[in-house]
């Protein structure tokens, strides 16, 4: 954690100076803004955190509830989510006070006494053999507030506008402020009252049943499945000796999934209500508490529940529904988009995979700095088309694992050949839930491929896959992507060549080694910084550009390495220590990023886009290339 | 962490209910309390944070200063420290903005030029060697702050009451609260008027100048160094290349002990203004900054400072001097103590080995249990001689150790024959500076020997040094001792003999484990659990009793293990998950407890203090000598 570069800190240094439109914010939504959001779930509070590292742009973030989530809802944290944690500044609290999922046991019918279960197998959860990032359980009301915090304590000071309602919107592409957006006041001294404000673009996080998505005529495709869910969050007492783990748990009177859930005892239960008649209509889910729990005793038998407090509970058929292109602008059509959905206004599905709230977030993510960009005037308009080009076919994906996954746990127990089924394809599926298989096609601000060969561990269009590394300036073993918070700026990682870093008289005669010559174009006029760096911020304000070398870090004279990479920022000109590292090894780090993600010891230039995503792989040697690929997505900021 | 159990929680969880004196606190400082902290520095804060879990107890903490630290003091955490912290709740965040000490770098005049300085050595730090905590520098201010949450948060609601100085105290032993205390009002409304009230109980917590210290007549016994010290936290741009590596330099010009500080940018530097004359008169205590900054830059030759902004400066002499005794209790007299010292009032010394803030931490930690089972009733007054029994020694041992290491920093270059010599007295004396030597010798809280070969890795009087073992519950790796959070219970753990656990049918016939018969006995009308524990409380109010299993978490069958270890407590009466663990193996536990600490295959119990101290290691078979063991230092609280 940087810190104390604007002078000295004395109290909580993860509350930001304010900034901007964070200075004398008003309490009350302004007639004109740059952003609207709609609705202050997961997706809308990613965003409002994101948006407030922008306190150039004015942001709200409107919210019917009258305050605080307190209840419910999604609890599922992948490792891709604890990721993004970090980068907001929030993982290692949200983590100790999360329920970490170690195994997920399987259930079945005893095969000697079909009527009670047993435990078929355990296994493994997959996060800690794919990244270093836990596989969590914490109620989506935490996220929020974590969120919320970060947003608060961000240049921004975003705050939700609790007690407002989206009524509907316009969009009139030729006004400064083309989106009319309708609002009612539904909790305050103003309820009942009806305002109009308008935004230069409006997101709409407004959950299923998402106004914003009927406002802008786009339409939820795909199926409502006939089975029912019921769930609930309970204490209890037990001799059911998997409580406190995860199972999947298939009997003769039906399945339940089971969630052990933050704090040691409370857990939660998602129950089969079976097959849902045609003519149903949406009967089911009356079902009472009574009649859940009395399934659940029925599905455990021999084991059974004596509950003590239901905490929460609901029920829900399982749909599963994708909109088709997640902006208002019409396929075919081009224009800059002006209203944008995430999260379940979207994309709705079942819980059962635990997914829902970490793909919204990672709606949120996506667009959020491409937004900041666009309205900062780092970029053109032209970004946002990306948004929707991206998001829709990752929501895509989900709908198919969530569909295969949710029938396999709803079969009947003479439907399974095989106990072990189901595990076999929890863990071989597993890049998916934790979600690192997302990978973007080539775009304005995604490269192509051709010089992948340098560095095979870091493929085009995925996540950025940490290692540790040696911070040189102290010998402290860090992960080199946590560095990266979620502050919308691009990171470039110049991997050095065998040549750099070394002793003086050690290099080839005559020839700088290639991370110099590297560093010493990027100070060129005709560099990325300095073309898209806008005059006047620090020179790192947009690209933070770090420098690793290969072998120990003792090796590296840190007074000879480029001032690139030692830039001095802020008010007082302080140089900046922490971009230079080593691959290690060193007493410390057995870890060596260079072997574990293949990199060429000729050197690479690694570039990361503000939501953690590789956009491009580029040789130390060509420079130029690193200039074209910035040029296709960020305005000449100086000439 | 543990939450839920008494009904659902939706917010932070950190925030535990108030109750008792926690409930309707007043702001002001009543007429008559318990306990009176006199100060809020380190030892203060930690003792109001500690008293904030005996909400049956009225504290108050009282402060000359008109609110929270901003600046200086001390800044070195030593791992048993951030063991502490943990206990407390805080230690993942605190450490996440602080600065890690991964190295310390030793410097000297270069033998081919004395005038410059080159880098003579570079030490790996000892922390993560000897523990699982690491070694930081943080900000005295953020640690207070950390503490008054923690105090805040706590079901007693504990915060300062500043702007409030101590003028005096006499002592009545026959009152219901002995203790008069005068104070003034040194700020707010009321600032300059005087009051007049009474506690049971008070703490001088008050610093060097102790206004507690000298109302009870104990006299400061040591020496003035004649050594002066300038101290600077500094913004500077360097070439000094181990500006962020912690470092003692010595060169012809002087010493300089030179210490990162959190954020990245800042330093503290500890420059070494030489002898003082015997007719000074303090008089270099008025040396300006600028002199000292001229010093550093002479020191650091050839690298120069150019210093952007000084954070806080300060001299100050080196004295070496601690209390003869640490209470009110004059020596050879036996009566209950009523006004304690704790911190700086009763040990002075210099800042060099990074002490001081450490133990004045531990003498609260130390003293709060204490107080708190004493004014609950659970133990007899008689305890607190206890208080001054062990932590006077510690201190006598410190003003020793820092009284050695500063003379050895401040030697001039001719003195040194080995340039390795303050290297190697560094590493091998890591120990002490880790917080983790401390051993309190044999009394009523500290058992004797007879049995520590069933346990030698838990050495009797030492701090209980944890290990990893498996959550049974859910396969979770944890720290065994990280579950032990400093809410003043007794910590017993029941290591299993090998039959314990093992499937029915392998144990040898007609006799039950040792474990089995051990919890069976605990459960018996003599067990300290039945003696000790008030009636109408939680069975683990006052004992934290768990079981650690030999072998494998799979191999437990946790619905056959004793229900001692499976208490249902709390207003829903739910069963707790978190008190049976395996020593593992496991697909993610590679440690095994009882090889690590070498603990009996036949079993045995370790009871460790609310301060986390070994107290007794005992025999599974004895359970009457654990009984004989709490009688010394509880009262019967039930028939």
Redesign the interface.
């Known amino acids: ?5 604007h ?8 509350v930001r100076d304010a900034a901007g439109s964070g200075i004398d914010r008003p309490a009350e939504v302004p007639d004109e803004m740059d952003v609207l959001i709609v609705g202050s779930g997961p997706a809308g509070m990613l965003l409002a955190a994101q948006m407030a590292q922008f306190p150039g742009v004015t942001t709200r973030i409107i919210e019917r509830r009258d305050g605080r989530l ?2 419910g809802q999604a609890d599922g944290i992948q490792p891709r989510s604890v990721e993004t944690f970090q980068a907001f500044g929030f993982a ?2 949200i983590t ?2 999360a ?2 999922i ?2 997920m046991n399987f259930w079945g019918p005893d095969p000697e006494n079909p009527r009670n279960i047993v435990r078929t197998v ?1 296994t ?1 959860d997959y996060a ?1 053999k794919i990244s270093e990032f836990p596989h969590l359980i914490v ?1 989506q ?1 935490r996220v929020l ?1 974590y969120f919320a915090e970060a947003a608060a304590h961000a240049p921004g000071r975003i705050v939700p506008d609790y007690g407002v309602e989206f009524l509907g919107l316009t969009v009139d592409d030729g006004a400064e402020h083309p989106v009319e957006v309708r609002v009612r006041y539904a909790a305050g001294p103003r309820a009942g009252e009806e305002r109009t404000v308008r935004a230069k673009y409006v997101v709409g996080c407004d959950g299923a049943r998402s106004g914003v998505r009927e406002a802008i005529g786009r339409k939820h495709v795909g199926d409502f499945s006939a089975h029912a869910w019921g769930v609930m ?1 309970v ?5 059911f ?1 998997d ?3 995860k199972c999947a748990i298939n009997s003769e009177a039906g399945n339940i999934l089971h969630i ?7 857990s939660r239960m998602y129950i089969d209500l079976g097959e849902v008649a045609q003519d149903d209509h949406h009967h089911v889910r009356q079902t009472p508490i009574e009649e859940i729990i009395r399934r659940a005793n029925d599905i455990l038998h021999p084991y059974s529940l004596d509950v ?2 239901v ?2 509970h609901s029920v829900y058929e399982v749909g599963h529904r994708v909109t088709e292109k997640f902006d208002d602008v019409p396929v075919g059509e081009e224009r800059t988009p002006r209203v944008f959905l995430a999260g379940d206004a979207c994309h709705t599905h079942s819980a059962k995979a635990g997914q829902g709230m970490n793909v919204s977030m990672q709606d949120g993510f996506n667009l959020g700095w491409k937004l900041g960009h666009v309205l900062s005037g780092l970029s053109p308009s032209s970004l946002l088309t990306t948004y929707s080009a991206e998001r829709q076919p990752v929501a895509q994906q989900l709908i198919d694992f969530d569909r295969e996954w949710s029938s396999l746990m709803a079969r009947k127990p003479e439907e399974i050949s095989d106990p072990q089924d189901l595990a076999t394809y929890y863990l071989a599926t597993a890049e998916f839930p934790s979600g690192f298989m997302t990978q973007y096609g080539a775009s304005m601000i995604v490269g192509d491929a051709s010089h992948q060969s340098l560095a095979p561990g870091f493929p085009i269009g995925k996540r950025f896959t940490s290692v540790e590394v040696v911070r040189v ?5 860090v992960h080199l992507g946590h560095h990266a918070r979620a502050d919308g700026r691009w990171r470039v990682y110049a991997f050095a060549d065998a040549a750099a870093g070394a002793p003086a008289d050690a290099s080839p005669a005559g020839e700088p080694p290639a991370l110099e010559r590297w560093a010493e174009w990027m100070a060129s006029p005709e560099s990325p910084i300095m073309r898209h760096t806008p005059a006047g911020q620090d020179i790192d304000a947009v690209f933070d550009v770090k420098a690793i070398y290969q072998g120990p870090f ?1 090796d590296v ?3 000879r390495v480029p001032e690139l990479f030692r830039p ?1 920022t802020g008010p ?7 971009k230079v590292y080593a691959a290690g090894p060193s ?2 780090c057995t870890a060596d990023i260079f072997a574990e993600r293949e990199l060429s010891r000729d050197g690479v230039v690694v570039v990361v886009r503000p939501d953690q995503y590789v956009a491009a792989v580029l040789p130390l040697s060509a420079p130029e290339e690193l200039a074209a690929f910035f040029a296709q997505t960020m305005v000449r900021a100086r000439q």
């Open positions: 954690m940087q810190f104390h570069h002078g000295y800190v004395s109290g909580e240094p993860r307190v209840l290692e609290r100790a006070e329920y970490n170690a195994y355990r493994e800690f109620n009301a507030d969050d204490l209890v007492n037990t001799d000796p409580w406190r783990t052990p859930r933050e704090g040691g005892y409370l003590k407090q905490a929460w300036c102290d010998g402290n073993v003792e004279d840190i007074s001095r007082l000109g302080l140089t900046d220590w922490e007493a410390w």
